[in-house]
């Protein structure tokens, strides 16, 4: 059985990771993906802290985390599809102006 | 052999998300994406959250990556991206400072939580290793509350299953959130559906030609 600190370790890279990601791209499709390994890392910390405390709160959160998650996707992808009709190519220094 | 199924989870989950933050072309993102997303399915697994496992393959692998790779593809954003200009100056290595100090900052959180956790079932924390399990072994329910789920067979050969814990988790205590992630994702929807669809006179680029439709037809 590997230990939970290890699972914690793990997801700690990869949110650093995403975090990286993030700040570093500018194309609003990578920063989504970005947003999306954050997102698993901290699910990671909630299923292996869940299995530790022996508590199924952290899997359920997790559930309502995914669901959340596909919500932001959705609506996020359907802004660029918008932003990026009016001007192709756009990075996210392009959208500066929150204005259609 | 957990040790070497973590190991290589592992790596293929580090080595994904290094692929989404240094892919230049976004399809090459987006697979990267899929092998981490995977790795941490497997990962899953290794937890006991089986039913976690699955519902990770099928909802981000299936659904949110398809999405990413579709809208890609409708876009054609596919080109690759410079990523030799900076617009803003310095922009880069503060956010690898920052990402030093996140990783750091969580590294030495994950230490201070899983302390001693990090060799295996013996842990030397203060509070007992493991809580005893509060679940009946049949139903997987709480003991305290066995009585609400007595419509359940056991006479089964299988012991309890992490899907219906979940599942008597998710439709008990936490259906009120169960019934607002489904207003949440109706409302995404309608959203979204609103937001991606050609609307025909303020498109900019065919606004000559189709007159203004009605302010009613707009939203």
Partial sequence: ?100 | MEIAVFAVCAAIVIGGALGVIVARHPVHAALSLVATLFGIAVLFLTLDAQFLAAVQVIVYAGAIVVLFLFVIMLLGVDRVENLRTEPLGGQRPLAAGLGVAVLVLALLFAIAAGSGGFGGDEVATGRPAAVAPEFDSCTGVPKALEGSAAAIDCDGPEPISNIRQVAWWVFTDYVWAFQLTGLLLTVAVVGAVILARQRGGDDGSDEESVPDPAPEAVG
């Fill in chain 1, 1 to 100: 059985m590997v230990g939970t600190g290890w699972y914690l370790a793990l997801a700690a890279v990869v949110f650093a990771l995403g975090a990286v990601g993030l700040l570093v791209r500018r194309n609003p499709l990578i920063m989504f993906m970005c947003v999306e390994l954050m997102l698993n890392a901290v699910n990671l910390t909630f299923v292996a802290f869940g299995r530790d405390l022996t508590d199924l709160g952290g899997q359920v959160s997790v559930f309502f985390v995914l669901v959340v998650a596909a919500a932001e996707v959705v609506v996020g992808l359907a802004i660029v599809v918008a932003i990026m009709r009016r001007q192709s190519g756009a990075t996210a220094d392009d959208i500066s102006v929150l204005r259609g």
